[in-house]
């Protein structure tokens, strides 16, 4: 009985010893992302092209408005094929607005996908080339981190030089 103990302390001792030696870092991203100039001229890009879609929007609301004016406007005696046209062209502009709005809205998540993926991909090597180096078992995003009765490193200063930053 007592050799059944040993044995089992015996073995449980080298999981504690390598328990104790587990290197776990954390790495906070979206620091390193802002400190990124390929991030600032992604953002650069994206603006620009929201801000167009912005002024065409405009330029469709006004014409909305203009529509509506006239509409609004139209003497009670205006035949009725013509007060059904104006209200046609008004569900149409309403229409066009709001398919308008949903297509910027797809092609800029879309160019927002596009030109950040690139950054990640840097970000994600240059974590796991520190890991790597640094023989880390895990490396956690500081954000998500809850709770961990280990010691922990951050990692971002690491990640942070392996960029160049």
Known sequence: MIKKILLAVALA???????????V?????????????????A??????TSKKYEDEFAKLQQEFG???????????SEPQAIRERKTRELADMNQKIETFQQSASQD????QQELMAPIVAKIKSAIESV???NGYAMIQEAAA????????????PKVKQKLGL
């Open 131 to 133: 890991g790597k180096e």
């Open 13 to 23: 001792i080298p999981m504690f010893v390598s328990a104790q030696t587990l290197k």
């Open 108 to 111: 800029l998540q879309k160019m």
């Open 25 to 41: 870092g954390v790495v906070d991203t979206s620091v390193i992302m802002q400190a990124m100039p390929d991030t600032k001229t």
């Open 145 to 156: 981190l809850i709770y961990y009765a280990a010691p922990v490193e951050d990692i971002t």
């Open 66 to 76: 203009r529509l509506y004016e006239e509409f609004q406007k139209m003497p009670e």
């Open 43 to 48: 953002e650069t890009k994206l603006a620009d």
